[in-house]
């Protein structure tokens, strides 16, 4: 592109020639006041307009390299914020001013995304976010003002305030794209928070009052229920009609740094089956990165001796740093039923201003979404956050809404990224510490379960389909994952289900059984793997000793495991028995499986209780004089006949297992990294992948799964999930 165009010669001139003129001399060298009237022509571009690409890439390269001089970027996005505010000030603004909005939002996105992904220090030097002091300042701004913080305020104001309408929506789409690339700066950052990030657009957010945080968690929130579809009137703008020209800034988008503005094509299909509405999936990941952020600060306490070491220093620094409150986790938090007024009685008062919602909307639409990874991680955050929500969801009557998407997408774990597949079973761990929900499962029952493919599951109850699909993700686990918290998470809830689980069907009974089996026989290969490096390691080096404790204690957690089950079949033959005639010929069928475990020390005292009932209902059936053979029906007749008469004798009492889930004391280093490869994999555009140090970038590959017949494609790579706690 080189020089800056020449001023359009007369009135006569096409838009393109004008186009050409403005967006070359705002990449330029000049820099034009704040007043001038420079940035109102440029604002009022038509949106229709088209430009090469190659050329536009150029101009990103100009306007990073001019920025410093023109501090042009502080001035689009003050003028960007004046847009908005005179869109909120003026109840019924024509559509002009919120073209002149979207042109400032266009054009900010743009070269703001260049700048952030390219930048080569550490504190975003190349934003420069403040205007040069000779700069002559108009009346109504002062000159000190936090640009990021100016432009925030007026971004949530405008999202919070003004209706989604025909007239609004590209607007309000496009803010919410906005906010994505401002807080991208958390990309540039490592993995666990540290003092020195610089995030000043998301840090510009979490100073905001709490009342307008309320509105914005409430206004996204509402976006997310409601779907707001992309209204018709829009078809006019370029960017939503297809097979038309790209815009000037749709042009300008694509080619920094393959910044997309919605085209056509996303809006009416994405990756999920079709995209019901971009602005409902845009507010929840832009709710997601507000709610999950933490800000990593130094205490006033963390003053060192500066005659100290740097290694001693930074140590020193490190325990004395704390992470601030977030706001927006807060109003999650405080979110409430606008349907039930409730006093809190127990003297738990909410802090802050309360966010009021539809609950029961909220609950059909997270029922409807949850094939889609965000969805899962919202219920998770007010699941895990809310009481109020975790208590509403607790007693509704139908419960399959939610559990029954969850228990599909764990069906179709080959298809599910580690991270969803842990999400979904953690939400089903909460929801099992809850006994009421344990003892009401039962009596949903199923008609079919048509996604269930291995055999036909007709008039199966739901707490019998959780069991099978919680065993079944422990199969999954154990032959691909091979992640013992995920081993974990299955086992402590089918313990919480355990005491309170209700005929439970025949299928699950036998899987309940075969689980045992299944980890047993693992147990056993990893026992002679053991003893045979034992006897290695003797006549060998250390290296043998290093694998030998290795597979010892791979050993040990199969031992945990074994005994879980133990567990759970004890709960069920203690507290339960007399309603599961099923679990009981399930374990008389295959009492075999228990044999080699008696005498062993870990096991003996619940296998004990095992046998108890396997001598109880085998003398019974053998007590019986059948002519002809047994079979599986009469076999079962005379268990549910002896049930009757069941009275625990010689059985002994454990302690109930509870387990309840608690996230560590830093979730953030997990979910931060999640939250934003969720938001990379849906947003509408990439990032340059060598600046990212928030999480490591695998290159593409396909690994096809011989069992499913399906692709896998991982472009970001699993993250850690050892940022979850399990307490017992």
Known sequence: ????????????????????????????????????????????????????????????????????????????????S?????????????????????????????????????????????????????????????????VENLVMH?????????????????????????????????????????????????DAAMVQENSLVSLVVRKMLLNYITQPGIPL?????????????????????????????????YLVSSSGGGSRSPLSDCSLLVLLVLIHYHKCVVSNESMTDRSIDGATSDSLLKENTYFSDNPYCKALENTTDFEFD???????????????????SLFDTLGMCLADEPAVLLLYSLLQGNSDFLEYVLVRTD???????????????PRRSANQIYMLLI??????????????????????????????????????????????????????????????????????????????????????????????????????????????????????????EDLSTELHIYTDFLRLVLEILNAILTYALPRNPEVVYAIMHRQEVFQPFKSHPRFNELLENIYTVLDFFNSRVDAQRMDGEWSVEKVLQVIIINCRSWRGD????????????????????????????LVLSRCGFSFNSGAINLFPIDPPVEKPDTNEGVTHKNQNGELSMHGLLLDP
């Open 1 to 80: 592109m080189g020089a800056v165009p020449s001023t359009p010669r007369n009135s006569s001139e096409r838009p393109q020639d004008t186009a050409e003129y403005l967006i070359g001399t705002l990449v330029a060298e000049k820099s034009f006041p704040i007043s001038s009237d420079f940035w109102n022509k440029l604002l009022q571009l038509p949106l229709n307009l088209h430009w090469p690409t190659h050329r536009v890439h150029h101009a990103c390269q100009l306007f990073a390299q001019n920025n410093a001089d023109t501090r042009h970027l502080a001035k689009i996005l003050i003028h960007l």
């Open 82 to 146: 004046w847009c908005l505010q005179e869109c909120v000030s003026i109840s019924d603004a024509s559509t002009d001013v919120y073209e002149k909005a979207v042109n400032a939002v266009y054009i900010s996105s743009v070269f703001l995304k260049y700048l952030i992904e390219n930048a080569k220090s550490d504190n975003l030097e190349e934003l420069y976010l403040s205007l040069d002091e000779k700069e002559p300042i108009p009346k109504d701004f002062v000159q000190d003002e936090n």
């Open 154 to 202: 007026s971004v949530l104001s405008f999202i919070s305030s003004v209706d989604v309408s025909s007239k609004t929506y590209l607007l309000h789409l496009e803010l919410l794209n906005f906010m994505l690339i401002a807080m991208s700066t958390q990309l540039l950052c490592g993995p666990s928070p540290g003092t020195k990030d610089v995030n000043p657009f998301i």
């Open 233 to 265: 009137r829009s078809a006019s703008y370029s960017i939503f009609s297809e097979g038309s020209q790209p815009s000037v800034l749709q042009r300008v988008s694509s080619a920094a740094a393959n910044f997309v503005l919605l085209p056509f094509s």
């Open 342 to 360: 409730r006093i809190d009685v127990e003297g738990n008062a909410h802090s802050g201003p309360l966010v009021r919602l539809p609950f029961a």
């Open 399 to 413: 419960l399959d809404t939610l559990l029954m998407p969850i228990l599909e997408a764990l069906y179709n774990a």
């Open 427 to 548: 939400i089903l761990l909460i929801l099992s510490q809850d006994s009421s929900f344990n003892a009401s499962i039962h009596k949903l029952m199923l008609p079919g379960v048509p996604w269930y493919k291995e055999r036909l599951l007709h008039q199966t109850s739901l707490d019998s389909l959780m069991v099978i699909i919680l065993i079944r993700t422990v199969q999954y686990n154990l032959s691909k994952l091979r992640d013992v918290y995920l081993h974990t998470t299955c086992l402590a809830t089918l313990a919480n289900m355990a005491p309170h689980v209700h005929r439970l069907s025949a299928y699950a009974s036998q899987r309940l059984v075969s689980l045992f089996f299944m980890l047993s026989r693992k147990y056993n290969k990893l026992a002679e793997l053991r003893d045979s490096k034992v006897h290695v390691a003797k006549a060998n080096s250390i290296e043998g000793n290093s694998l030998s």
């Open 650 to 677: 010689g059985m002994k009492m454990f302690t109930q297992l509870r387990f309840t889930y608690e996230q560590e004391s830093h979730p953030e280093e997990f979910f931060i990294p999640y939250v934003w490869q």
